[in-house]
């Protein structure tokens, strides 16, 4: 069973031109990396949105691990979804420990478990645990305010995990730091992938480094969801085509395809 679907979603924003999801279907399966790119508008972080209920679609389905999302409380669906922005929302008053201690603390988890899972989450995002737990995120650098933003949403060992450009505001040599992590931290210790990453992206690269298929979307309609070799290779139009061709992609170019 797909832990992702959408089915015939629509959603038009008051005042706007044109739909900014326009009867969209597709699946996702579990334990895929989804990219989503696309022109600017194209309705991707709507779709994003969507998933986790802070934006309601106003006709179709959407089903979160076989249930339809309506019928769910969004409180309870988003404790079950991590969810990283570009702008991270780390708390400027707490330390970096108790900044992803947020959500097993409203879980009701107990001292000793939150403070191994924090332990476990900063060793995993190549954060001494020693050296920056006490810290706040004013003395990080924005790679590590990203780390920590990764590893607040990875604390409840989500299911499913929902990214908007984390790495948008990141310079070129950590950004590419951060692409190999995920793909680490995504695949697991014995290389088996449990979660499932939903990333919303603006670079072609990027999507293509990190995706197992990626949605490229124009105007809120897909124009090709497929592995990233299968777009290269036969574009489904001219627009997925001149992306392509702006990017220099190729299967030996720059992205790593």
């Known amino acids: 069973m797909p832990v992702i679907v959408f089915k015939d979603v629509r959603k038009h924003f008051p005042g706007a031109l044109s739909p900014a999801l326009n009867h969209i279907s597709f699946n996702v399966e579990v334990g895929e990396f989804i990219t989503v790119v696309g022109t600017s508008g194209s309705g991707k972080t709507t779709l994003l949105k969507i998933v986790n209920r802070l934006c ?56 000793g478990r939150i403070k191994k899972r924090v332990e476990e989450l900063l060793t995993l995002v190549n954060l001494d645990p020693e050296e920056f737990r006490e810290r706040r995120p004013a003395q990080l650098s924005g790679g590590q305010q990203q780390r920590v933003g990764l590893a607040r949403a990875l604390a409840a060992d989500p299911a499913i995990m929902l990214l908007d450009e984390p790495f948008g505001a990141v ?32 670079d072609m690269n990027e999507a293509f480094k990190l995706g197992t298929r990626v949605l490229i979307m124009h105007q809120g309609v897909i124009q090709q969801f497929d592995a990233p070799h299968n777009i290269i290779a036969d574009p489904a139009n001219s627009l997925v085509r001149n992306l392509i061709t702006s990017s220099g992609l190729s299967p030996e170019g720059p992205g790593g395809i």
């Open 56 to 111: 309601e679609p106003d006709s179709g389905m959407v089903r979160v691990s076989g249930e339809d999302i309506t019928k769910k409380d969004p409180v309870l669906l988003r404790r079950g979804i991590g969810y990283v922005i570009q702008q991270i929302g780390l708390f400027p008053h707490m330390t970096v420990a108790d900044n992803i201690a947020v959500v097993p603390r409203i879980l009701k988890w107990d001292r």
């Open 171 to 202: 310079d070129a040599i950590n950004r590419t730091n951060l692409q190999s992590e995920i793909l680490r931290i995504h695949r697991g210790e014995n290389g088996e992938n449990r979660r499932t990453y939903l990333f919303v992206t603006h």
